[in-house]
């Protein structure tokens, strides 16, 4: 391998023009292959999305015919598994992952992902996303841990280390990148890309956090935001890139932009005239690489030149790419050797089952579950527009979504949808499994692969958004659902979004379950059947009357490609529920925000027509067990919470013991409690446990006006129990 001073003697040695294509990624589902060739012999530092014969060629091309034979690197968005790859392994989108809280499950997902993205030679990967999803109109809402910046940092760095491993150059290892910096969730109205209306103290306090952790934990890369912090571009913000970032948290890696975001600056956010200001903001600000935007090449080769921008900028980034490259190894392992054969390995699909089974999150059960033999189900109706939706169940970032959108793909085997899963499990014990659609999660895709043809009367209806034609159109089908319901024991209904309502550009106003799944609710409601509804979505959907109607219900976000067997083997007893919501749902949508852990001071605490509490809180989740919280204690030499906990149920079971933190006076207004620390522990029906969870000084601490972080002396209320809610939760007050 070569040398450190390496790096130096070959930046003495670039042109400018080497510099700058450096700096650049390309994207190269876009540009295709000619054009690709073309940057590969000017030394381009990476490419986007590009597999098999042609990342080898591409390889060979920088290593053998650019002029100084620099490697490059090759990135993909595997955030859920190597999800691009139709033979991959998908896991639970990051939001379903974070319902296990269990950072050695993330970490082995992480690792396994990195060995698959490896195994096609692939040494980056554009996770985790760190932001969080404190408003969960935010279409990127699925790609997050949720809204806890404790719990984001904690399955974060996990993650990192799962996708990093101990040494980058290792075949398995791939770089990680901690996106995305920073405050980007947090824009106002939850609008993707939009305004983040806050100040520099405010995300210190609660944005840093997370990030500091991937820093802490050694990641490799970070990915600056589309969005802007109080009007300043993240992609034009010195302050956040150099001072936040570099000076602050120590950061040593490098710093890719989002997609075409120097582009942003100019036809977007309206703060450069021309590629020539963008590319020249975009170099001072502290972005290293450039992905995308390929004005930049000669743009910023062009400030150069005309003494508008000192090349020591370029210099700088440069240097920082090519000090990851060297950690790689690049010059001796072009490509990532992986495992052969590991892509959808069996060991592999069993942990996408143990991912699948840990996020599934009970909600509400009146004692229709576990179903067994005991309670006479000789049928079930399983209905809904998410019951055999595989498309559905692996929500965003998918081959079914990227990296070209638009192109309809057929779904790749193995994969258990929650129809085939309950079918599975039913026909062992005699049950018959009947099926409905039900009605449509949207309009589009009603009649997609379900009806050979449409008449054109109801082509018509297809194409119209009024509701009377909506109603017209799907009426028949859900009195057809609930025909087949009267003739069963029990309704498995399964309702939620679509990957077409998630992600970026799928902001959402309204969090009501759309098309007529309501309305779907609301007949089955009236056949007086036992009726367990399962929400397969991308994030919290206002489900008060459902939630009302239902006898159970089980949040499972998008659980992956076994994501249906889960959600049958909860139903049926052969797991034992144990996930934990990483973020509150709203009861109505004009009730957002509703994350936990809110600041004081609201005017009676209410609305006048709403209830200030969510419908359900951060770290809620039933099993089929109970516990009991004791003991609760503090020691104040080493900041270590003991409590005790006892499973007072009859089966064994997991609890996720959870510690909060309130300073109850300070300087500036904190929030009423905020996460500090939490432990999985795993019981027998009817032991007892203590648990001791360390906590650390910052849970303690608060960030004055001046965004210096301080621990102020005074009374601490320490919180240990099941969830956020004050009910749930036993408290000591302390003096430090």
Known sequence: ??????????????TVEEKAAQMLQVPVSVVGMDEARKWARLGVGSFLNVLGEDMEELARICAEESRLKIPTIFGIDAVHGHCLNKDATIFPSQLAMACSWNKDLVRKIAKITATEVATEGIQWTFSPILCLARDPRWGRTNETFGEDKFLSGELGAAMIKGYQGEDLSDDTAVLACAKHFIAYGEATGGRDSYDTEITMRKVRDEFLPPFKKAVDAGVATFMTAYGSLDGVPLTANEKALRGLLREELGFDGFVVTDWDTVNALINRQKVCADH????????????????????????????VKKGKLDESYLDEAVKHILTIKLRLNLWEKPLKKGIPGSIG????????????????????????LPVRKGKKIRRIAVIGPNADDIRAQYGDWTYFTHPVPGIEKEPQRPYVTILEGMRDIADHKGIEIRYSYGCSVNRREYYKGNFESIPAFMEQCYIDNSRKTDTYK??????????????????VLAIGDNYNQAGEYNDRAELRPSGMQEALVRVLSTLHIPMITVVVASKPLVLTDIVEKSDAVICAFNGGMFGGQAVAEAIFGKINPQGRLPISFPVVT????????????????????????????????LSYTWYEYSDLKFNKRTKTVSVTVTNNGKRRGVETVQVYVNDVVSSVMTAVKNLAGFERVELDAGESKTVKIKLEDEAFSVVLPDETRVIEPGQFEIFAGHSSKDEDLLKVTVTL
């Not at 391998?1 to 670039?14: A, E, G, Q, T, V």
């Not at 991912?355 to 004692?367: D, M, P």
Request: charged fraction near 25%; proline fraction near 4%.
């Open 276 to 303: 020539k200001e963008a590319s020249r903001v975009a170099a001072k600000s502290g972005n290293d690489m450039i992905m995308a935007t390929l004005e930049f090449y000669k743009a910023v080769i062009d400030q």
């Open 474 to 491: 799907e009426m028949p089908f859900i009195n057809e659902a609930a025909s087949l319901a009267r003739e069963c024991d029990l309704i």
């Open 345 to 368: 390995c069996r060991s592999h699909l069993n942990a996408a089952v143990e991912a699948a089974r840990e996020s599934v999150v009970l909600l509400k059960n009146n004692g229709v």
């Open 1 to 14: 391998m070569p040398k450190k001073n390496f790096i130096d003697d070959l930046i003495s040695r670039m």
């Open 590 to 621: 004009g009730q957002v925000p509703v994350y936990y852990n809110q600041l004081p001071g609201w005017h009676e605490g209410r609305y006048v027509d709403c209830t200030e509490e969510p419908l359900f809180a951060f770290g809620e989740g």
